[in-house]
T-cell receptor
Framework: SQTIHQWPATLVQPVGSPLSLECTVE??????LYWYRQAAGRGLQLLFY??????ISSEVPQNLSASRPQDRQFILSSKKLLLSDSGFYLC???????????????FGDGTRLSIL | QQQVKQSPQSLIVQKGGIPIINCAYE??????FPWYQQFPGKGPALLIA?????SEKKEGRFTISFNKSAKQFSLHIMDSQPGDSATYFC????????????FGKGTLLTVNP
């Protein structure tokens, strides 16, 4: 069966420090991958999505970037964190049929990021 | 901008009650409407989903009702239990947007014993 792993579960970082959050998927090949941010009372905001290695699409201009160095690995990064980067970051995957389709998205358990 | 408006923001019911969560959308190109359930500290989990060619879908105690002409869909939870207490999100997507999900802001459901 397919599983998705995110780490760390919680992270406290000072303003201006770098960030690297990792997400890996097991049990499937060539998944579509997604990074979301969830703020209290604001639902889930799609940040980045990827249909393959090295292919990243950004939804919202911001202080963050994403990379997909391997088929089932998705990394969220920042060179300098801002206070506004605090939030709950979720990675998700869906089955790829060579394109986007109405396949369910499956979420990891997220990383709670606090910026001090 | 594509939006999905969800209401109410929070809901409290007694055990056995039937909470109803509503969502409305504007984009008539949306053709996939999933509902997600999220417990504290966890990621959302797909609960049930519907496509606009049907007006209702049931899975266990969970039912989606879909009104295409009104551009509304709702989640009903039959015989609600304290274990159903969670945040529920509706979402929508379309082929034209590469099936990227647009989420509602969520409803915090509390089911009292």
């Amino acid at each position: 069966s397919q599983t998705i792993h995110q780490w760390p579960a919680t992270l406290v970082q000072p303003v201006g420090s770098p960030l690297s959050l990792e997400c890996t998927v097991e049990g499937t090949s060539n998944p579509n991958l997604y990074w979301y941010r969830q703020a209290a009372g604001r639902g889930l905001q799609l940040l980045f999505y990827s249909v393959g290695i090295g292919q990243i699409s950004s939804e919202v201009p911001q202080n963050l970037s994403a990379s997909r160095p391997q088929d089932r690995q998705f990394i969220l990064s920042s060179k300098k964190l801002l206070l506004s980067d605090s939030g709950f970051y979720l990675c998700a995957w869906s089955v790829s049929q060579g394109k986007f389709s109405n396949q369910p998205q499956h979420f990891g358990d997220g990383t709670r990021l606090s910026i001090l | 901008q594509q939006q999905v408006k969800q209401s109410p923001q929070s809901l409290i019911v007694q055990k056995g009650g039937i909470p109803i969560i509503n969502c409305a959308y504007e984009n008539t190109a949306f053709d996939y409407f999933p509902w997600y359930q999220q417990f504290p500290g966890k990621g959302p989990a797909l609960l049930i989903a519907i496509r606009p060619d049907v007006s209702e879908k049931k899975e266990g105690r969970f039912t989606i009702s879909f009104n295409k002409s009104a551009k509304q869909f709702s989640l009903h939870i039959m015989d609600s239990q304290p274990g159903d207490s969670a945040t529920y999100f509706c979402a929508a997507s379309s082929q034209g947007s590469n099936y990227k999900l647009t989420f509602g802001k969520g409803t915090l459901l509390t089911v009292n014993p």
